[in-house]
């Protein structure tokens, strides 16, 4: 079943989607499942293992379950020194 859901994209995934923010309708089961489709969308190649995902401004885990009206925060991975 298709649900809305709000993205919105930080960093280097900004960069690759041109948009900081969009609203997609999406089959997507899990915030893993919603990545990949969104990979596919936007030509990103970060490998999940190494980015982080926020659902309603609390972070998850990649098998959260995704509902509609949900907004997935997506950060790609972070260098540090």
């Not at 899990?30 to 293992?49: I, M, V």
């Not at 509609?68 to 790609?76: E, H, K, N």
């Amino acid at each position: 079943m298709s649900k809305s859901i709000t993205v919105r994209y930080f960093a280097l995934f900004r960069e690759h989607a041109g948009i900081g923010e969009e609203q997609i309708d999406s089959d997507a089961l899990t915030a893993g499942d919603l990545f990949a489709e969104l990979q596919d969308r936007h030509g990103s190649s970060e490998p999940l293992g190494h980015c982080k995902v926020a659902i309603n401004d609390e972070m998850a885990d990649w098998g959260a379950a995704l509902k509609d009206g949900d907004t997935v925060l997506l950060f790609p991975p972070v260098a540090g020194g």
